[in-house]
RNA sequence: GGCCCGUUCGUCUAGGGGUUAGGACAGGAGAUUUUCAUUCUUCAAACAGGGGUUCGAUUCCCCUACGGGCUACCA
């Protein structure tokens, strides 16, 4: 490592949603930028404009803001290296690819996309490398006037990086240590493709010389292209400069085999993007772990111990401890499988570890899309002190919490009607006009009278109490009765009470 | 097929030449609880196989097997 600057870069193709695997690339990014001081720069990789999707620069925007995961230059905010969408620096590229061809590391190929095809069809283990490359219609294999009259005649062409015969490339990646390639085995990538646009492997190269990257981290299906990204490096002399390596194992299917896709989430029920994620030309949704009720500390923490562990115990870290805790050194080598259920218990650990007034904002959206308006903040507070712990997933407040905002619509009937007796009608008028005139709020002194009265009436507590629940809240869950009752406030609770025993008692 | 990468409980993982191989999720049992959840206790559960190296290998090396990735004018 040198004493430059750190900077690292996330550059994502505006092709559809953020996928999870995405957002922990970002994740370690941020991380390894920020424990360094140094710079986390979002650029936009589109060089494919058949693939480009509308919409989807922005999704990935909304979804770094949701994690709190701001970059430092981007094509929203700019930075002294605009333009940071690669369709804008379309120009700079071919200036390269040409220098490449002219120092004999790259050369012209004239080939259709059809032929390619075919040889690709007929002869097995076909590649665009040293064994065909002279077969093929470029300029390695054509006479030189014949290269300049189709290059005259303005003839679509690529241009391909020459692999060398019989090198070994290697290097030293940050997490999987010494890896090497024999180039004569890699074959002779497309650099710049016939609408003039650069491939990834050229535009990756150029850019991350030109933005000034020292570390790049990228998912681990980019392995094997590595070599021609190095030998790039080298042969357009900036092989000092060049950023270290880092390839982050994949995520993986639960179930089955093979890294984890969109597709995984609809057939196994979990979210796979971070946010919801619309297709306007098909119609089509996917859901996201935002609008499923993740909270971002959750989604964050439980993408950064996929693959990475501080040596301890610890399995709960805010960002602020995870910028101070990661090392790239500690991530793990091999693929993780996704796990949702323990993606869950993180969440539901976040909300248990969060404070009511952090939670406010969410919980009350919630309520607000049953169609429960919350008015009073100070209350909202005391409920959700009150049942946070008993949610997992953020809408989970609407059945854990929507009570305390409205009378029960319905009630558990069958846990209540086949034991009732008229002795517990009795039992509940008299403790109306009991409650009535109570001017205690504390739940235990509540309770304890309440206890008292059934008592004296000859029931059993757990008779009462379960009939008492149901009438607050509709049914059997909810925090403890009187926890309830003193949130609910007498007059409330004398209201329910009333309305409950007509159901009770009906025939 | 070729190339590259990987392999500790079902899952995520810690560990590392001599350990009762540790934790977490999920699962089982129990305690607490007036519903349910929380919480607590507890049980079960792993070093892919074979060769080396070594006094000793799960740990280091090699091979095999298995798994994964890549093999586009996609990223």
């Not at 770094?64 to 804008?88: F, H, M, T, V």
């Not at 323990?342 to 406010?360: H, T």
Request: glycine fraction near 8%.
């Amino acid at each position: 490592m040198t004493d430059k600057k750190v900077r690292v870069r996330f550059a994502p193709s505006p092709t559809g949603g953020l996928h999870l695997g995405g957002v922990r690339t970002v994740l370690f990014n941020y991380l390894f930028a920020k424990k360094h001081n140094g710079d986390f720069v979002l650029r936009i990789e589109d060089t494919d404009q058949t693939r480009y999707v509308e919409g989807a620069e922005q999704y990935i925007l909304d979804c770094l803001k949701w994690c709190g995961l701001n970059p430092d230059e981007s094509p929203e905010i700019g930075g002294p290296y605009a333009p940071y969408r690669q369709s804008e620096r379309k120009a700079l590229y071919r200036e390269y690819a040409e220098r490449l061809v002219m120092e004999g590391h790259a050369y012209y190929a004239f080939d259709t996309a059809e032929e390619l095809d075919k040889n690709r069809k007929e002869i097995p283990n076909f590649q665009y490398g040293q064994a065909y490359r002279q077969t093929l219609r470029n300029s390695l294999s054509l006479p030189q006037h014949e290269v300049d009259e189709l290059l005259a005649a303005g003839t679509p062409h690529v241009i391909r990086i020459k692999m060398p015969e019989g090198e070994t490339v290697s290097f030293n990646d940050m997490i999987r240590g010494y890896v090497s390639f024999e180039t004569g085995l890699v074959d002779d990538k497309v650099l710049l493709k016939a609408d003039g646009m650069p491939t990834y492997h050229l535009a990756v190269v150029v850019d991350d010389y030109l933005m000034k990257i020292t570390h790049a981290f990228r998912g681990e299906e980019w392995l094997p292209s590595a070599p021609v990204h190095l030998l790039l490096w080298e042969y357009l002399g900036w092989k000092a400069d060049m950023p270290q390596w880092a390839h982050l194992p994949l995520i993986l299917k639960p179930d089955g085999h093979g890294k984890l896709s969109k597709r995984d989430g609809a057939r196994l029920g979990f979210p796979v993007y971070a946010m919801n994620w619309f297709d306007a030309k098909t119609g089509e949704l996917t859901p996201g772990f935002r609008e499923l009720g993740f909270l971002p500390e959750a989604f964050l923490n439980l993408l950064a111990t996929l693959g990475w562990n501080d040596g301890t115990d610890q399995e709960l870290f805010t960002l602020d401890e995870l910028i101070e805790k990661f090392s790239i050194e500690r991530v793990n080598k091999s693929g993780a499988k996704f796990d949702f259920e323990k993606a869950k218990w993180f969440n539901a650990e976040w909300i248990k570890k969060s404070g009511a007034e952090s939670l406010k904002l969410e919980v009350a959206k919630v309520l607000a899309e049953k169609g429960i308006l919350v008015e009073d903040q100070e209350y909202l507070e005391k409920v959700i002190k009150l049942v946070k712990e008993r949610c997992t997933l953020i809408p989970d407040f609407y059945q854990q919490a929507g009570f305390f905002f409205e009378q029960p619509k319905e009630y558990d009937l069958n846990a209540v009607k086949p034991k009732w007796t008229d002795a517990k009608t009795d039992f509940y008028n008299t403790y109306i006009t009991q409650l009535s005139a109570e001017t205690a709020t504390d739940p235990h002194e509540l309770e304890t009278k309440f206890k008292a009265l059934a008592e004296e009436k000859g029931l059993k507590i757990g008779d009462v109490m379960l009939p008492f629940r149901v009438m607050l809240v509709g049914g059997k869950f909810g925090p403890h009765v009187f926890d309830i009752v003193a949130l609910l406030g007498k007059d409330e609770t004398i209201s329910r009470i009333t309305k409950a025993l007509v159901e009770f008692t009906a025939a």
